[in-house]
């Protein structure tokens, strides 16, 4: 991934060359349902011990397990989210909220594991990068941007998650002060972010974007 954006540089004032570096043909666009979680498995052993009724019953009770668990991880996952999201946005955070929001955001990517599909899992990660940027911590924060952008070139998701794991590394590197790289991945992320179907989300990224900071100056 660092060698696709060291490239990139060299071509910053080539326009037309960026679209054979970065993207894979064939995204389909963004989805936004949630994948359903499996039954739990019974074994050979417990569906000899049932016959009839009994055995129709305990598949049902196992049925009905797996669905109330899954609905909870996501429950879970999405409130961990927007509680995380409300500590992102708080201009003054204590070094408990700081310390919650981390476990916060860590918390729901964990959830989204369990129940989520690609879309979600690159939006966690995309979370925990931002949340360590908010935080001025550049390592993690490039950490879980590269993350984020692995999860979407293995899967091949959507542009809106695409072009949210290039504006996490155009912060993640603002943070760590390399302008150069930040540059790159700002380019890269406005490619992405141009090809975003649904206007409003397009309108949202664009919004998003104009807050990535300057790169930092080094000491």
Not at 15 to 33: E, H, I
Not at 111 to 138: D, F, K, N, T
Not at 151 to 173: D, N, Q, S, T
Not at 178 to 206: M, N, P, Q, T, Y
Request: glycine letters at 6%.
């Amino acid at each position: 991934m660092r060698q696709r954006i060291y490239r990139a540089i060299r071509y910053l004032a080539a326009p037309g060359l960026w679209g054979s570096l970065v993207y894979p043909s064939g995204f389909g666009t963004l989805r936004r349902q949630f994948k359903s979680a499996q039954p739990h498995s019974v074994t050979a052993s417990r569906w000899k011990a049932n016959t009839g009724l009994q055995s129709i019953a305990m598949r049902k009770e196992n049925c009905m397990t797996s669905k109330s668990e899954a609905e909870w991880h996501r429950r879970m996952a999405a409130r961990l989210f927007n509680s995380t999201w409300d500590l992102v946005l708080k201009k003054r955070r204590t070094k408990e909220e700081s310390n919650t929001m981390i476990h916060m955001a860590h918390a729901s990517r964990y959830h989204w594991g369990v129940v989520g599909g690609p879309e979600q899992l690159a939006i966690g990660e995309w979370q925990i990068s931002r949340v360590y940027a908010a935080l001025g911590r550049p390592e993690p924060s490039l950490y879980h941007a590269e993350r984020c952008l692995e999860i979407c070139e293995a899967h091949k998701v959507g542009y809106f998650p695409f072009a949210y794991a290039y504006e996490a590394l155009a912060r993640a590197f603002a943070i760590a002060g390399k302008s150069r790289e930040r540059a790159a991945c700002l380019k890269l992320a406005r490619l992405a972010g141009a090809k975003i179907h649904e206007k409003d989300d397009r309108e949202l990224f664009v919004k998003d974007l104009r807050t990535v900071p300057p790169a930092r100056r080094r000491r």
